[in-house]
């Protein structure tokens, strides 16, 4: 017969574990290849989710599937926020229910600019992780409009020549309209707390994954047909925050779709505890596993 005892013991170490994956330490896997060199795909992390503020669970439901409820959720700081230059685990502003790793390159109230692949912040060159790359050293030319990059109407900007866009802070005074419409739309639906449901990639009629142009959606458009007839104005009431892919050639970050704000930030990841190759079967184990990255400290 199970004592009372032991139902208790395994009831206080569930609700441990799951105290401590919902606010204190999490793992995550790298799905995508937009921080290599920093972190490959297939990379495992712990990340941290207690040192830049703690947030209640805003779903409870089965893992891996659409059955759940949304909850009312609070955070409270901790330690502050991302700085320039720390690698970010953060929400995906576009479909919250992703997790997205970045490199925060920009702080609130901070100009970026990205000018012919090299960055700058604030007019200074900004410090770059030794592992980040450029993969293709083909330049789109400067004045190339690119249409899937943010830029009001009478910006010529593309992922090599991108900026320079001040981020904006908890307090700015903006008005949205349509010529910046682009630059500011989202923050609409952050400052409000809007959940948008605009995942990155979607399956076509052809079966075949696409890349969803978040313009295109429903209630942006129908924000859009507002903004038109009547500029929105707002003061900010949170601060936002700059991420690009240390991967820049190949990486869906704040060129693509603005900024994140501080409500969605996760934390800061850790250390790799497992890195599996992409290209290898589990079944191969050992060789499967890259045992030279186990134990890194992303940075």
Not at 118 to 135: A, C, H, R, W
Not at 205 to 217: K, T
Request: proline share 6%; net charge positive.
């Amino acid at each position: 017969m199970i004592k009372k005892e032991s139902i208790k013991s395994f009831i206080m170490l569930v609700a441990g574990v799951i105290f401590l994956k919902w606010f204190v330490v999490e793992a995550y896997m790298i799905p995508t290849g937009s921080m290599e060199n920093t972190l490959k795909t297939g990379d495992f992390l712990l990340v941290n989710k207690f040192v830049w503020g703690v947030r209640t669970p805003d779903w409870i439901g089965i893992p891996y599937t659409d059955l759940g409820i949304y909850l009312p959720w609070t955070r409270v700081e901790t330690f502050g926020y991302p700085k320039s230059g720390d690698i970010t685990v953060f929400r995906y502003p576009l479909f919250q229910d992703l997790n997205y790793v970045k490199r925060c390159v920009g702080e609130p109230g901070q100009t970026i600019e990205y000018s012919n692949k090299k960055l700058f912040v604030d007019g200074l060159p900004f410090n770059e992780s030794p592992t980040y790359q450029i993969m293709n050293y083909r330049r789109l030319q400067e004045g190339s409009r690119q249409s899937d990059i943010i830029q009001d109407r009478y910006d010529s900007w593309n992922k090599d020549f991108f900026g320079p866009l001040r981020v904006p802070q908890k307090g700015d005074t903006i008005t949205i309209t349509a010529n910046n419409f682009d630059h500011y739309s989202l923050i609409h639906f952050h400052e409000k707390m809007i959940r948008l449901n605009i995942p990155f990639e979607r399956v076509n009629h052809f079966g075949q994954p696409e890349v969803v142009n978040w313009r295109h959606e429903q209630i942006i458009k129908n924000f859009r047909a507002q903004v038109i007839k009547k500029p929105v104005t707002m003061i900010l009431e949170h601060d936002y925050y700059f991420m690009m892919g240390d991967n820049r050639d190949n990486s869906s970050d704040g060129r693509y779709w603005g900024f994140a704000p501080d409500y969605m930030i996760v934390g800061k990841p850790l250390i790799i505890y497992l890195s599996k190759d992409q290209d290898v079967s589990w079944f191969k184990f050992p060789v499967a596993i890259r045992w030279s990255r186990l134990g890194m400290v992303p940075h």
